[in-house]
């Protein structure tokens, strides 16, 4: 088992109000029939060369959360990913909207993959 | 504690979570309770943008409607020029400060990135890497016209103001916030869609403090206390029972109150027709809570807008962030509306609009309602006319309600008035807060016409023949003659022994007027311009006159004059220089001088006027005549008339009739009758006629026609040259013959020209038979 390296161009992580986006959230691939639906949500020229993996967390009441990949990790055929999403400060003034975050990634030779969140 | 979540996916086999949706929870409205919604009366505006969120989606969106936009724009409020800051997470540029969404493109002045305003990263592009403050600023004014989605107020003024940054959070210390809040003082409207959400209202001005910050809260209350600027609030969206410490500072800082605004969300139905579509409170909005007094609620949930990348890429989202920016949208919609309002008044007008019934009743929850822009944007009370001052809010200020104030006029000058009151506006006050109404000018006038009263009726009615029951009794002191037409007086006269004295109804006194044999029995004058030899300052045309004649022998006399309301008191001098009766002057006619003076009560020239158009006590004309008759042998009479007048207004304290010139009249006949025409029991009679009119004069309107938010007043002068563009010539043949004794035919042919003194008037032409029969 040994952790990979993802390069910035191959990481775009966010956070965004539209609904539709993420009405349907958690982990999306190249062959989920709403990968490419997601993927092209934002920016119409993104391909499957661009990301192949896309992470969508749940809904927050508010805006400030930030979503960050930890660590991926090759264990034989499969991606581990942890991913952690940071709440805004106790305390702190954000937007008032539904938000989400989420994480667009290119991995090299995916084939399977576990997410985990924390 | 933090919790692991866990997902397993294998390509082919995708495990995924569902979203829960809005979170947060409280209840919504309760049960029972009818959803009322406000009337959207503005048809013209309700287009594919107004509903949609793009030609390719064919799906609607009701975020406009529910508040009834459209109406405020029918009548012109699109919020145009008014200037909303928007304190958020940026605006439509890119790093480099190039605008980068299509949607904000119309009008690049409209669309502000004012220097120094990222207090995120201390420079003069205000660029949004989150996309929130896009969406709000686009709720406001995105685009009109461009085939999608446009803003509540799309005419508007809007400036960016970053203080959150990429996450969403606000990320500048307090007193770099209070820089933002002073910089942002310059607008008219400071929208804030963010806050401490999360927690439930504060309790005392410090506590709110304390989530605040004191430079934060000083810079609020600087904005509303001392600069009297609008501040907008999101409630928060964690279901709870009170907004956000931000949103509810309003209810323990009175320098807020009155234009601090706090928003909650309802339902709306967003364009994938999914969302609860109910109007209730969003489940996961704040609620109004303690600071219902100064709480509204508007679409907030399931909103449509257009997101920071370009290309028109519209996102449908939820929050109280996207009620707040209909509400300051909303704000400015009425501002632009009424230039007379204060800020303060503005938001009450708002509050007050609201829709509040039903559903929206429970004001824990919704405060004073759902925003009405319909209503926000119509009369609240009466409507009415400021008499003259120039200060809206003066104790001592005259008002007239609408519906008392008129000006009737003369048809001597009614088309002139007309031409000029043309597409001009006045201002009208709402009595509820002296909201300013733009109004018709023309509206309150009404104008006289000579032609108007060419009916069938009144024509058949001048040919009958005169059946006049004559009761005559003569004693001591004189005679008493009463006429009748049918079941009415027509006219009554007492003259006194030795004709010294004559007194009488409708002008029946005048012998003048009595001797134009062979005329006067065969037809009676008419009240449509063709008075041949009638004293046009003595008649009111009301049927209703009164006379009292003095005469001294033939050689002279006086009249004096008024009429049924007791208006009018005249009194003229009739000299009679040539009298047919006198001994050999029999050949000369007869001839008489008039002259002499009216005076009106309210009113000139028998036009009525009231309340802001009102006139003096005592208008006064001051007229000259002259009448002659002439028999050309047995068979032939000639009459000619011809009268002029200069007429002085009196002004009345306050009135919109400012000033005037003297106005100078002229009214004529012409005529030749003849008996015996053709056959001995037939006679006819051809007359030209210019019924009175005015030959020169000015009058000046002084008339509200803008008022300013320190509730000052301005009056625009509008100087009307009362004289026509035309002049009206009746031409009359009148035909009379008497068959039997108890059988009459009569026959009238009218041409008239220039009708009402218009050069715009079709010419009219009469033909009238009448045949009578006595049984």
Not at chain 2, 201 to 208: F, K, L
Request: net charge negative; proline share 2%; glycine share 10%.
């Amino acid at each position: 088992m040994q952790a990979e390296e993802i390069k910035s161009e191959n990481l775009k992580c966010s956070s965004t109000t539209a609904t539709p986006f993420f009405k349907k959230n958690g982990l999306f691939i190249v062959e989920n029939s709403d990968f490419f639906k997601k993927l092209k949500f934002f920016n119409k020229s993104l391909s499957k060369e661009d990301f192949n993996l896309i992470y969508i967390s749940k809904s927050q009441n508010s805006g400030g959360y930030t979503l960050e990949v930890e660590k991926i990790v090759k264990k034989k055929s499969k991606h581990l990913i942890y991913f952690k999403e940071n709440k805004p400060p106790q305390g702190s003034a954000n937007i008032m909207a539904i938000t989400a975050t989420y994480c667009f990634l290119k991995i090299n030779n995916l084939d399977q993959v576990e997410v985990f969140i924390n | 504690m933090n919790s692991i979540s866990k997902i397993l996916a294998i390509l082919s086999l995708p495990l995924l979570l569902n979203a829960c949706g809005g979170g947060g929870g409280g209840s919504g409205g309760a049960a029972g309770y009818t959803v009322p919604s406000c009337t959207d009366s503005g048809t013209d505006y309700q287009t594919n943008e107004y509903y949609t969120i793009g030609s390719n989606s064919g799906q609607t969106s009701n975020q406009l409607s529910l508040v009834c936009a459209s109406s405020a724009y029918a009548r012109g409020a699109t919020g145009d020029g008014i200037k909303i800051a928007v304190m958020d997470s940026g605006g439509p540029w890119d790093a480099s400060g190039s605008l980068s969404n299509n949607e904000f493109n119309s009008t690049a002045s409209d669309i502000v990135k004012p220097s120094n305003s990222d207090y995120v990263n201390s420079d003069s592009v205000p660029n949004d890497d989150n996309g929130h403050g896009s969406g709000v600023g686009c709720l406001i004014r995105c685009d009109k016209g461009d085939g999608d989605m446009h803003g509540i107020a799309y005419n508007s003024i809007v400036s960016w103001y970053k203080i959150i940054n990429s996450a969403g959070t606000v990320s500048v210390n307090d007193a770099t916030l209070a820089s933002a809040f002073n910089a942002a003082d310059s607008n008219d409207i400071i929208n804030n869609s963010w806050g401490t959400g999360s927690v439930n209202g504060c309790s005392s001005e410090a506590n709110c403090q304390s989530y605040i910050g004191t430079n934060t809260l000083a810079a609020m209350k600087t904005a509303t206390g001392t600069n009297g600027k609008i501040l907008v609030w999101a409630a928060g969206n964690s279901g709870l029972s009170n907004p956000s410490p931000q949103a509810n500072a309003v209810v323990h800082s009175s320098e807020l109150q009155g234009l601090s605004v706090t928003v909650v969300a309802i339902n709306a139905t967003n364009g994938d027709g999914s969302g609860a579509k109910d109007g209730k409170i969003w489940s996961s909005s704040n609620r109004c809570g303690t600071a219902a007094d100064y709480c509204i609620a508007a679409p907030g949930a399931d909103i449509t807008y257009v997101g920071r990348e370009n290309g028109q890429t519209f996102y449908i989202g939820s929050g109280t962030s996207m009620a707040a920016p209909l509400v300051s949208g909303g704000l400015a919609i009425i501002k632009q509306e009424f230039s007379s309002l204060t800020n303060a008044q503005v938001v009450s007008r708002l509050f007050t609009t609201a829709l509040d019934t039903g559903e929206y009743s429970q004001s824990s929850i919704y405060g004073h309602g759902l925003m009405n822009l319909n209503a926000a944007t119509a009369a609240v009370g009466d409507l009415r006319l400021l008499g003259g001052g120039n200060l809206l809010d003066d104790p001592n200020a005259t008002y007239y309600n609408l519906a008392n104030n008129s000006f009737s006029s003369s048809a001597a000058f009614s088309n002139a008035l007309n031409l000029v009151l043309k597409d001009q506006t006045m201002e009208i006050y709402d009595s509820f807060d002296g909201a300013n109404f733009k109004t018709d000018l023309s509206s309150f006038f009404t104008s006289g016409s000579y032609t108007s009263q060419n009916t069938i009726e009144n024509h058949m009615l001048r040919l009958e023949p005169k059946t006049t029951k004559k009761v005559k009794n003569k004693n001591l002191y004189g005679s008493f003659t009463v006429e009748t037409d049918g079941d009415y007086i027509e006219s009554s006269m007492f003259q006194s022994a030795g004709d010294f004295l004559a007194l009488g109804f409708n002008q029946s006194t005048n012998s003048f007027e009595n001797a134009v044999d062979p005329l006067s029995n065969f037809f009676n004058d008419s009240n449509f311009g063709n008075n041949y030899l009638v004293n046009p300052y003595f008649n009111t045309g009301s049927g209703q006159d009164y006379f009292m004649s003095f005469n001294s022998n033939s050689a002279f006399g006086f009249d004096t004059f008024t009429n049924a309301n007791g208006n009018d008191l005249g009194l003229a001098f009739n000299l009679n220089p040539l009298s047919s009766s006198n001994e050999g002057m029999k050949n000369a006619g007869d001839l008489q001088i008039v002259f002499g003076a009216n005076y009106e009560q309210n009113k000139f020239l028998n036009s009525t006027s009231t309340g802001a158009f009102a006139t003096g006590d005592l208008s006064n004309t001051n007229f000259t005549g002259v009448k002659y008759k002439k028999n050309l042998g047995d068979e032939f009479t000639f009459v000619g008339s011809g009268f002029a007048g200069y007429t002085y207004i009196d002004k009345a304290a306050g009135s919109y009739i400012d000033s005037s010139t003297p106005l100078l009249t002229s009214s004529f006949t012409l005529g030749l009758a003849k008996a015996n025409f053709i056959k001995e029991d037939q006679r006819i009679g051809f007359f030209i006629n210019q019924p009175q009119r005015v030959e020169d004069g000015n009058l000046n309107l002084r008339v509200p026609t803008s008022s300013d938010r320190d509730r000052t007043v301005t009056y625009s002068n509008l100087n009307v040259d009362l004289e026509p563009d035309a002049r009206q010539i009746n031409f009359d043949i009148v035909f009379n013959k008497t068959i039997t004794e108890s059988s009459n035919l009569s026959a009238n042919l009218t041409h008239v020209q220039n009708g009402d003194h218009s050069n715009s008037s079709n010419s009219q032409n009469f033909f009238s038979l009448f045949y009578k029969k006595t049984f």
